[in-house]
């Protein structure tokens, strides 16, 4: 089994910056990919960033610029660094990670979620 525990999450102004980060451990072998959603009230989960083991990204429109992925393999962890916040980006943050087990099966994991709460 495998767990992502997700934390940095909080209330901040506008303008302002939080990190999140997602640790996983348990039965892995290998992450492909680690991934951060995002769900507002009444709205859709929604892709806000993705990298690669190699290091590869992708972001949502809205957050180029402000918004950056990264990750340390050697620890299993992703970090998502969110600069210049807008109250728009307030939401549920989730983490995902394509995992490759220890049994080398490839399943994806998601973490339990922080709050991001952005105040204008």
């Known amino acids: 089994q495998v767990q992502l525990v997700e934390s940095g999450g909080g209330l901040v102004q506008a303008g302002g910056s939080l990190r999140l980060s997602c640790a996983a451990s348990?039965?892995?072998?290998?992450?492909?990919?680690m991934g951060w959603y995002r769900q507002a009230p009444g709205k859709q989960r929604e892709l806000v960033a993705a990298i690669t083991s190699g290091g590869s990204t992708n972001y949502a429109d809205s957050v180029k610029g402000r918004f950056t992925i990264s990750r340390d393999n050697a620890k299993n962890t992703g970090y998502l660094q969110m600069n210049n916040l807008k109250p728009d980006d307030t939401a549920v943050y989730y983490c995902?990670?394509?995992?490759?087990?220890?049994?080398?099966?490839?399943?994806?994991?998601w973490g339990q979620g922080t709050q991001v709460t952005v105040s204008s």
């Open positions: 348990g039965s892995i072998f290998s992450i492909n990919v």
């Open positions: 995902n990670a394509e995992v490759l087990t220890s049994s080398l099966y490839k399943v994806t994991y």
